[in-house]
């Protein structure tokens, strides 16, 4: 067993800062949610309001919001302009959240501009910031100074009170709601879709990729109140054919009022069809609004080029044995692995762990149902789910509880023979990558890996499987 990984790697987010930024997220993290844009209108305001000169696509939802938002920015920055990519929450390291063409910033970089944004808010008022309002403070000055072409802003947590809703966006772009953080946006799927429809603005275009009726009826109530050029995603574009490629990603056929695109992604997934067609959506939106350079090409160039870890990522380990890692942490993000699991892989194992506020009952037990060995564990979160307390939810299951997930993974890597899923929190995702690379030398880290590899695409083989249906 190799020896175990140092604490303080797999405690303090973003291990790559100054020990002076380490201790500034700690003392942020004490504040804990505060939802509201009051703060943050302050202290953008004190900082000269820089989101106020970024033009800025916001992308909110339930899933997928991220692997859309990573799409669409890939896409801006494969038509060659300057891009800005803001996500939460980040996997191993907290630069990973701002990235400037693809790139994460640099940990000094991060690290000054936090403590910018920090002094200011204390000066002006008299309190700190939360952890969630100052990085997206430092994201929108980052972006601003680095003079980028777009910014392409996940919304953090609901929407209309979410700290990126601080700016006025271009264009907004809305995935499938769920049930989720009710205790935050309600008890309801209406009310949680009315909450996320919170980024809609007055005359901006606007596409929400959302099936269920309920919530679309409720984002069409709100996209009607205030003025929004709103549009349902299934009904303007058509999924006119998926090939799924295994391990290789899947080819995608989409028809929109403009095009006809048959783009390659390297995301896997059924759900990422849809999570791509709004991106193209977007991307569409935005030629439309004079980002003309954003073609067919650049459109299909930018979705192969994407790279979205922790999103089932298949990591090979030497000896042939393989772990998949996939931030599912709700029950549709649950049926969508499962989905997966039983098409492509068949049997495997599973390492569990997730946070208290996760609805974990409504999606273990379907996680669990496929798996041979199921192993429990804690992820190194104050938030997160005692083990032994994950075990009642699995009656009649023979069980493996183990609080510590570096030694579950250390014990499967004993015992396990099929692939092993983990799964249940982006927190254990990311401590699970880390310890893998501790023991292996793999995968690379998440900060070092660019959102989007444009130089290992090629335009004219953008497309490998099939003739190119007609269009400009």
């Known amino acids: 067993m190799s020896q175990a990984l140092p604490a303080l790697a797999r405690m303090i987010p973003g291990v790559t800062l100054d020990p002076s930024s380490v201790a500034l997220l700690k003392r942020l993290e004490h504040y804990g949610i505060r939802l509201g844009l009051e703060t943050t209108h302050q202290v953008l305001g004190s900082l000269g309001n820089p989101e106020a000169r970024l033009p800025a696509v916001l992308v909110a939802g339930t899933n997928g919001k991220g692997s859309t938002a990573v799409q669409l920015a890939s896409i801006v920055a494969a038509a060659g302009y300057r891009t800005g990519l803001y996500t939460s929450p980040h996997l191993e390291d907290i630069t990973e959240r701002i990235r400037l063409d693809g790139t994460a910033v640099s940990a000094e970089l991060f690290g000054a501009t936090l403590a910018r944004v920090v002094e200011r808010a204390d000066q002006v008022l008299g309190h700190l910031p939360t952890y969630f309002e100052a990085v997206t403070a430092a994201a929108f000055l980052i972006f601003s100074e680095a003079n980028v ?31 989720e953080h009710r205790q935050y946006l309600g008890e309801t799927l209406s009310r949680i879709a009315r909450e996320k429809a919170g980024i809609l603005r007055q005359g901006r275009p606007a596409w929400a990729w959302v099936e269920r009726d309920e919530a679309w009826e409720a984002i069409e109530r709100a996209g009607r109140e205030v003025g929004s050029e709103l549009h349902r995603g299934p009904e303007v574009a058509s999924l006119q054919e998926t090939t799924q490629l295994g391990w290789e990603g899947q080819v995608v056929q989409l028809k929109t009022s403009l095009a006809t695109y048959l783009a390659r992604t390297p995301l896997l997934g059924a759900h990422q069809a849809k999570n791509l067609a709004l991106a193209i959506l977007g991307a569409e939106g935005l030629r439309r609004l004079g980002w003309e350079r954003i073609d067919r090409q650049a459109i299909e160039r930018g979705v192969r080029a994407t790279r979205w870890p922790g999103r089932l990522e298949r990591v090979e380990l030497p000896g042939g044995r393989t772990v998949i890692l996939d931030v599912a942490h709700n029950a549709d993000g649950a049926a969508t692995l499962v989905r997966f699991l039983n098409d492509v892989v068949g049997r495997f194992d599973l390492i569990f762990g997730a946070l208290a506020d996760k609805e974990i009952s409504t999606f273990l037990p379907s996680l669990a149902q496929g798996a041979g060995k199921v192993i429990l564990t804690s992820p190194a979160s104050s938030r997160a789910v005692p083990a032994d307390q994950l075990a009642p939810l699995l009656p009649g299951r023979e069980l493996v509880i183990e609080p510590d997930p570096e030694t579950a993974l250390l014990g499967w890597l004993e015992e396990g023979d099929d692939p092993l899923v983990i799964c249940g929190s982006v927190y254990l995702v990311g401590e699970i990558r880390t310890v893998l690379r501790h023991r292996f030398g793999l995968p690379e880290p998440a900060a070092k890996q660019p959102s989007w590899s444009h130089q290992a695409v090629e335009v004219a083989s953008s497309v490998e499987a099939g003739d190119r249906p007609a269009g400009p």
């Open 149 to 179: 072409d777009l910014a392409v802003m996940e919304v953090g947590l609901g929407g209309r009170l979410d700290a990126t809703n601080a700016c006025q966006p271009v264009l907004s772009l809305i995935t499938e709601i769920g049930l």
